[in-house]
C-alpha cells in the first residue's frame, strides 16, 4: 500500500525544524549581524536655533544619525513655535487674535502648560506678554524705554486667563490685540522633546545644550553625574557654581541675556506683567528639575516673584531647587541643592 509521504508526521516535523532554523539564520545573518554592526558611538554637533547656539553630544548606537534626527525635530518645532517665524502656528494665533485657530499638539501641550504656569505662579508668568516684548523691542531689536501711556495700553492685552483652549477641537484662541509670546518656556519644551526622542532611541548618555537650557541623559561616561556649571551674574564669562545633572534639567534666567542700557540703566527681557518694566532685585535665577519646560518657566516666573515669594514658591514645589542671585548679591540656595553643588 502506497503512503502519502507529506502526511508522515516525522517528514512534516523535520520539514518545520528546516523551515524555522533556515528562517533563524536568515534573520541572525541579514537582521542580527548587521543590528550589532552598526557601532556604538560618540556623537557631537551644534547649530544655530531659538536665536542660541544649541549644543547635543551623545553617546549610544548611532548616535549621528540620532542627534541629527533630534536637530531636525527641535528645528521642527521652533518653526511652530516662534512667533519670530511669520509662518508659525504662534504667529497664526497672533495673526488671527479674536478668532479661533487650528494648531497641532506640540503648540497645545505649550499653550496649556503656559497657562498652568500663570495659574501656579499668580500671573507672574504670562505668554500673552508679547505686546510688552515688542515695545521694550526685545525680539525686533528695535529697543527703547516707552513712555509709562504706551505701558499701560500694552498691559491691557497681557492676561492669561482670557487664552481660550479647545481641546478636543484642537483650537486655540486670544483677544484681538492680544499677543503670545512663548519665549519664556517654548526653549525648555524643546529641549525635552530632543532628549524624549534621543531616549526613545536607546541613546545610553547625552547632553542637550540650547545656550543654558540644558537637559542631559545618564552619567558621564566614567559613571560620574554630568557637571553644568551656572555662569556668574556679574560676569558671565565665569562659572560660579557647577551642578551635577543626572537625568535632570537645568534652565538659568538672567539679566545679562539679553539687555539694552539707555540712560545708563540695564533694561532687561524678563517683564513684570504687573509693571510692565523689566522686574527688579534680581539677576539670575536657576532652576533644577527633571523638565526643562518646568525649570524654564520657573526660572521665568522666580525671577519676576523676587527672592521672597520665588524662594517660597520652590521650596513649596517638590523636585524643583534653585539658586537665586538678588540684586545686591544676596544667595539663595534652596535646601535640596546645597549639598550637592560646587561654589568656585
Ligand atoms: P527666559 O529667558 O526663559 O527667562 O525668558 C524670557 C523671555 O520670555 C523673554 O524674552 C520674553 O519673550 C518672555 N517673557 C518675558 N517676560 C515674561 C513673563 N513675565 N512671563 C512669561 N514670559 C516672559
Ligand atoms: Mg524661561
Known amino acids: 500500500m502506497r503512503r502519502n509521504i507529506g502526511s508522515h508526521p516525522y517528514l512534516l516535523a523535520i520539514g518545520i525544524a528546516v523551515a524555522v532554523i533556515g528562517l533563524a539564520a536568515i534573520g541572525y545573518f541579514f537582521i542580527y549581524q548587521p543590528y550589532l554592526a552598526r557601532s556604538y558611538t560618540d556623537a557631537q554637533a551644534s547649530r544655530i536655533l531659538m536665536s542660541t547656539v544649541v549644543d547635543v553630544s551623545a553617546y549610544g548606537r548611532d548616535a549621528e544619525t540620532y542627534v541629527k534626527q533630534a536637530f531636525d525635530e527641535m528645528e521642527r518645532l521652533e518653526g511652530l513655535l516662534s512667533r519670530h517665524i511669520v509662518d508659525s502656528e504662534v504667529s497664526q494665533i497672533n495673526a488671527q487674535a479674536g478668532e479661533w485657530v487650528k494648531v497641532s499638539d506640540p503648540t497645545l501641550a505649550v499653550i496649556e502648560l503656559g497657562i498652568e504656569y500663570g495659574e501656579l505662579t499668580g500671573g507672574a508668568f504670562d505668554i500673552t506678554v508679547g505686546a510688552l516684548v515688542s515695545l521694550w523691542g526685545f525680539g525686533t531689536g528695535d529697543y527703547k524705554v516707552p513712555t509709562n501711556e504706551e505701558i499701560a495700553s500694552a498691559l ?189
Open 156 to 344: 491691557q492685552t497681557v492676561d492669561y486667563r482670557r487664552i481660550e483652549v479647545d481641546k478636543a477641537g484642537k483650537r486655540v484662541r486670544i483677544p484681538a490685540g492680544t499677543v503670545l509670546d512663548l519665549g519664556g518656556i517654548a526653549k525648555g519644551y524643546i529641549v525635552d522633546e530632543a532628549r524624549r526622542f534621543l531616549v526613545e532611541n536607546r541613546i545610553q548618555r547625552a547632553i542637550v545644550n540650547a545656550g543654558g537650557d540644558i537637559s542631559v541623559i545618564g552619567s558621564r561616561p566614567d559613571g560620574t553625574p554630568w557637571r553644568v556649571g551656572v555662569q556668574n551674574p556679574d560676569d558671565p564669562s565665569q562659572i560660579r557654581w557647577v551642578i551635577p545633572l543626572q537625568n535632570n534639567s537645568v534652565v538659568t534666567s538672567g539679566d545679562y541675556q539679553r539687555y539694552f542700557v539707555q540712560d545708563g540703566e540695564r533694561w532687561h527681557h524678563i517683564l513684570d506683567p504687573r509693571t510692565g518694566f523689566p522686574a527688579r532685585r534680581i539677576r539670575s535665577v536657576t532652576i533644577v528639575t527633571d523638565k526643562a519646560a518646568r525649570a524654564d518657566a520657573l526660572s521665568t516666573a522666580v525671577f519676576v516673584l523676587g527672592l521672597e515669594e520665588g524662594s517660597a514658591l520652590v521650596e513649596k514645589l517638590p523636585g524643583v531647587e534653585a539658586i537665586i542671585v538678588t540684586s545686591d548679591d544676596h544667595v539663595w540656595i534652596s535646601s535640596g541643592l546645597a549639598g550637592s553643588i560646587v561654589s568656585l
